[in-house]
């Protein structure tokens, strides 16, 4: 946000705050080149940081590049977000053991989440983390995500040169943090700014040789951020889509869509927001051990629509629909939000490219137009 204070630190003492959250027992998690994409993992310097790295990305493609300087943040989001961290993509739920002849013992499976300090987050991703909330915390109390969310810090990172397939700009997600973070560092050429977020934030940024941010500089940061803010990869009028949405459930271009959809359910994956699971129960051989796991499940499949004996969204075509009208639409009646913060990366890792912003505009223009033409018919035969 315009005018706060902001810090200014020199990109060395980055080693010495990963040391300081190492030693107040934070597992540190941030972004490291792994399989050809930057993916968020356990680091412990900044030496494993994507240094001169950047990724560039379009719908179905996503490829790593160098960088002509040192950067350690330039590059915008890779496949993983936050979600893996406080919703594991596999789970154990619960045991049970048979006792003697006819009983069972009950063994509850709870672990205790790591404390995570979050190094890098993208703005995108911190409001993800605020979308998820709304899901795990205020509307089904899940302990494992409460736990780890409670206990996590986030040091993100603003985002001072967006990608091919980001839109955070038209979600209000980004791309600078305004919200959910301990500290917010602007990368430069050899300093960081830094926004306190916390009062735990503040407490590291007194740890670490820090000055105030001169006039010069933080003018610098604003042009950066608004900068960045005219030049996402994408864009998407939000404007009445809900409604728009809704009310075109038999438009065409749903079918249009499925013509290319392989129902591969990656989308959901990728997705930081997508929170639907399946369960599934195990036994061993011999009978006196039985498991219940939760694992990520997608509303892409044939499966997840079973009822009672049949599938309600049978066809490719509803099952894209479902997704995108849940996305955009009916998550606000359910959360109070979006359940897009306009990451990109349903887009870039789709195999056939299939692009939410452009799916979506495609049908808001046509039932525009069409509403417009229907409105000057009405209108010349009031005239006539
Ligand atoms: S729907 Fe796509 S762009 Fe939106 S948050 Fe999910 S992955 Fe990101
Ligand atoms: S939209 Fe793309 S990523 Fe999602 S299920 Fe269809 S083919 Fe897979």
């Known amino acids: 946000m315009k005018n706060k204070v ?46 001169g790295w950047t990724d560039s990305q379009s719908p179905g493609r996503y490829r790593l590049n160098r960088r002509n300087d040192d950067h350690l943040f330039g590059y915008v989001v890779g496949p993983h977000s936050l979600k893996k961290f406080f ?11 048979r006792d003697g002849e006819s009983g069972y013992i009950f063994e509850a499976h709870q672990p205790d989440p790591p404390r995570y300090a979050f190094l890098g987050v993208r703005a995108c991703d911190l409001a993800a983390v605020g979308v998820q909330d709304r899901v795990f915390k ?6 494992y995500y ?111 869509v499925a013509k290319r959809c392989m129902s591969c359910s990656n989308c959901t994956f990728a997705c930081p927001t997508c929170f639907c699971s399946n369960v599934e129960d195990s036994t061993d ?17 044939l499966e997840f629509s079973y009822h009672t004996g049949g599938y309600s969204r049978s066809t490719p075509a509803a099952r894209y629909r479902q997704w995108l009208t849940h996305k955009l639409a009916n998550w606000h009646e359910q959360f109070g939000t979006s359940g897009c913060v306009g990451c990109g990366r349903c887009i870039t890792w789709c195999p056939v490219g299939i692009d939410i912003t452009k799916e979506a505009t495609t049908i808001a223009n046509d039932v525009k137009r069409s509403r417009a033409n229907q409105e000057a018919k009405r209108l010349e035969e009031v005239g006539s």
């Open 87 to 97: 919703f594991p993509p596999k789970q154990r739920l619960f045991g049970i053991k």
């Open 6 to 51: 902001l810090y200014t630190i020199n990109k060395s003492e980055l080693d010495k705050l990963i040391g300081i959250l190492q030693r107040d027992g934070y597992r540190v998690v941030g972004p490291t080149v792994r399989d050809g994409a930057i993916t968020y993992e356990e680091i412990e310097s900044v030496r494993q940081l994507p240094i």
């Open 146 to 256: 409460a736990k780890a969310r409670n206990d996590a810090l986030f040091i993100a990172v603003n985002c001072t040169e967006p990608g091919g397939t980001c839109f955070c700009g038209s979600m209000g997600t980004g791309p600078r943090c305004s919200e959910g973070f301990d500290l917010a560092l602007t990368e430069l050429r050899t300093t960081f700014t830094v926004e306190v977020g916390t009062n735990k934030g503040r407490q590291l940024i007194e740890a670490l040789e820090h000055e105030t941010t001169d006039a010069n500089t933080s003018h610098l940061v604003d042009l950066l951020m608004d900068n960045a803010a005219e030049h996402m990869g994408r864009t998407l009028d939000t404007e009445d889509l809900p409604d728009i949405l809704l009310k075109n459930l038999s438009h065409d271009h749903w079918n249009e």
């Open 138 to 143: 205020q509307t089904m109390a899940e302990p």
């Open 285 to 301: 051989l011999s009978g006196n051990h039985a498991e219940r796991w939760r694992t990520w499940g997608s509303c892409f499949t």
